[in-house]
């Protein structure tokens, strides 16, 4: 059974960084951070899938990095410029897919959840 367990969420000041870790029992070619404000639908962040390139939503891209080390099973969310609307839940999540399908499946149609980490930017 996979299992995904994200850590390094924190709280922090605007301007701020943190880096997130999703360690997962399975070596699985398509890895996402999601996140869910309080109130708000939960949306892709940024995706990694293998030998493809990362892709980001338009509200990270610039200050957010996402990389994979497959030999450790981790994928990593380096997080600067933390603005106050970066404030949610962070999640990673897993598929078995590959290339565009990775990039291209909908936040509903992924079945392979960790807990969730909470990162915190205040003003």
């Known amino acids: 059974q996979v299992q995904l367990v994200e850590s390094g969420g924190d709280s922090v000041q605007a301007g701020g960084s943190l880096r997130l870790s999703c360690t997962s029992t399975?070596?699985?070619?398509?890895m996402g951070w999601f996140r869910q404000a309080a109130g708000m639908e939960r949306e892709g962040v940024a995706r990694?899938?293998?030998?493809?390139?990362?892709t980001y939503s338009d509200s990270v891209k610039g200050r957010f990095t996402v990389s994979r080390d497959d030999a450790a099973k981790t994928l990593y969310l380096e997080m600067n410029s933390l603005k106050p609307e970066d404030t949610a839940t962070y999640y990673c999540?897993?598929?078995?897919?590959?290339?565009?399908?990775?990039?291209?499946?909908?936040?509903?149609?992924?079945?392979?959840w960790g807990q969730g980490t909470q990162v915190t930017v205040s003003s």
């Open positions: 999540a897993a598929a078995w897919l590959y290339g565009e399908s990775c990039n291209q499946r909908r936040v509903s149609e992924f079945n392979l």
């Open positions: 399975h070596a699985i070619p398509c």
């Open positions: 990694a899938v293998v030998e493809g390139p990362p």
